[in-house]
């Protein structure tokens, strides 16, 4: 029972990049999936999350507008797309899960049951 990421990389600022956060052993369609990153030597930062219920997410200020976080139940895989990236978006970015608590919102306060090995991005011309 795990989450596996992919598709971190180097990217240039105004690049877009996707990375993906899939289930391994449970049926992620149940769980509310957040994001956060940490860039070096800087404390762990809220990105966003998505609740199993469909179109309820929630970002952070630094990634709204920017970024976006949809699920392919079917692929047990929930995404989150970086889009005009900039420097600042650099760092290790990590997924988690657990079982909603709200119906309506999902909270990145959460205490999650599944974490992501975290999967890296890096911005630079």
């Known amino acids: 029972v795990q989450l596996v990421q992919s598709g971190g990389g180097s990217v240039q600022p105004g690049d877009s990049l996707t990375l993906s956060c899939t289930a391994s052993g449970f049926n992620l369609d149940r769980y509310v999936v957040g994001w956060y990153r940490q860039a070096p030597w800087k404390e762990r930062e809220d990105v966003g999350c998505?609740?199993?219920?469909?179109?309820?997410?929630y970002f952070a200020d630094s990634a709204k507008g920017r970024f976006t976080i949809s699920r392919d139940d079917a692929k047990n895989t929930v995404y989150l797309q970086l889009n005009r990236v900039k420097a600042e978006d650099t760092g290790n970015y990590f997924c988690?899960?657990?079982?909603?608590?709200?119906?309506?919102?999902?909270?990145?306060?959460?205490?999650?049951?599944?974490w992501g090995q975290g999967t890296s991005v890096t911005v630079a011309s």
């Open positions: 988690a899960a657990r079982i909603p608590v709200y119906d309506t919102v999902c909270v990145l306060s959460y205490t999650w049951d599944y």
């Open positions: 998505i609740h199993s219920n469909p179109g309820v997410t």
